[in-house]
């Protein structure tokens, strides 16, 4: 069996349709030996680069892209690549690498490509250690001791996907098809324009991995009587809680304060996916600090903003991508990006932000005949499925 390595940048996403403009990869064997070095495939996406994408992801000078050829003339290729027997397709948050290549399929008319793959973040999240990122750099850090060059160069991704896939399976001693056989719940298949995959958040001791996502402690393994203890609810931000009153209060008197990096959000009103904001409450406020910083405004409502930052929601489903869609659907104008791309705009990781000492919030603390008001407001603009 061959391996294959791949990663997708798309020059935008606009009206949720995403126009490739780079696929790298590379191949190897089942003991990680390279087949095929990596290689960045140039595309011209016949559409203009996103503001973002232009000052921050660009690993090439845009001029060069006119004279690419555009995703049709490069179709066979990637289809016998793809769909060869003897290949399975291993990505990093791959599915979203499977949606861009389903919708510049659709945007030519082009029959999607079939093929089984593998996700290198579900199965890092399911390690006992160094399993609390979310993004590739930070996963290469923590597995590899090195920090990735070229970031958002396809290939070079690719190929950093392979290396911590690699030194994974060192860590249990398989190799490569051996690895991926403790991991069934980590693959997918996709056919047409449509994708099944089996994973779901890990929750290892009847729900105990799942629990301390969310700032729960871990029980221990052999501790099979032990009663369970109780979730750690410091860091979570439910509506109707002390936090949420304290985030509504931090965004109505929240200021810019002095910095050197160049406003890139100016003039952009964003929201995340409340299943970070929901769990992440300290990670929450530097994170609006660090907005307003760059120029931009945090908002509650999806409405009211014009790009929506995603998150992984897991089973829980993320009611703001839903609703962001059906903006897009009716008309309206929403910016659609993954999270990574707030982070990398605002220069941190989302491993950084969780090593965030507490912020004193003193401050803050809301008189007894104020609070029921904060939270209120807060109730009204995270759990009615209208304005969110």
Same mark, same amino acid.
């Given at each position: 069996m061959k391996y294959l390595f791949f990663d997708i940048e798309c020059a935008n996403c606009y009206n949720n349709c995403a126009k490739i403009f780079s696929l790298g990869y590379c191949i190897t064997d089942e003991n990680f030996n390279i087949l095929h070095d990596k290689e960045d495939v140039l595309i011209n996406p016949r559409d203009r680069f996103d503001? $973002?994408?232009? =000052? =921050? %992801? %660009?690993a090439y000078p845009r001029s060069i892209f006119a004279d690419q050829p555009a995703f049709p003339e490069f179709y066979e290729f990637f289809k016998a690549m793809f769909e060869d027997p003897e290949t399975v397709v291993i990505g990093y948050a791959v599915t979203n690498d499977v949606h861009f290549l389903q919708d510049d399929c659709k945007r030519y008319d082009l029959t999607p490509f079939t093929y089984r793959f593998y996700d290198v973040q579900q199965i890092y999240a399911r390690q006992p250690e160094n399993n609390t990122a979310k993004n590739l750099e930070d996963s290469l850090l923590s597995w590899c001791g090195i920090e990735p060059e070229n970031l958002h160069r396809s290939d070079e991704d690719a190929y950093n996907t392979m290396l911590i896939l690699k030194a994974i399976a060192a860590y249990h001693g398989k190799?490569?098809? @051996? +690895? +991926? @056989? %403790? $991991?069934? #719940?980590?693959g997918g298949f996709t056919e047409g324009f449509n994708m099944e995959y089996a994973w779901k958040k890990p929750e290892g001791e009847a729900g105990a991995k799942k629990k301390r996502h969310r700032g729960g402690k871990k029980r221990k393994k052999d501790d099979a009587v032990a009663e369970p203890t109780e979730p750690d609810t410091s860091n979570i931000m439910e509506a109707g809680s002390e936090n949420a009153a304290l985030f509504v209060k931090f965004l109505e008197t929240v200021a810019p304060k002095k910095t050197r990096k160049p406003p890139l959000l100016t003039g952009h009103t964003v929201t995340v996916s409340l299943g970070y904001q929901r769990y992440h409450f300290n990670e929450m406020l530097y994170l609006v600090q660090m907005i307003v910083n760059a120029g931009? &405004? $945090?908002? +509650?409502?999806? &409405? #009211?903003a014009d790009i929506l930052f995603t998150y992984d929601c897991g089973e829980e489903g993320d009611r703001r991508l839903a609703t962001a869609e059906a903006m897009i659907e009716s008309g309206e104008e929403i910016e659609i990006h993954p999270i990574k791309l707030l982070f990398d705009t605002l220069e941190t990781s989302e491993v950084r932000l969780s090593r965030k000492p507490k912020m004193d919030l003193s401050h803050l603390m809301p008189k007894p005949e104020a609070r029921e008001e904060a939270v209120d407001s807060f109730a009204d603009v995270s759990e009615d499925p209208a304005p969110v």
């Open positions: 503001w $973002y994408v232009a =000052k =921050k %992801m %660009m190799n490569l098809p @051996e +690895l +991926l @056989e %403790m $991991y069934p #719940d980590c931009g &405004r $945090y908002t +509650l409502s999806t &409405r #009211d």
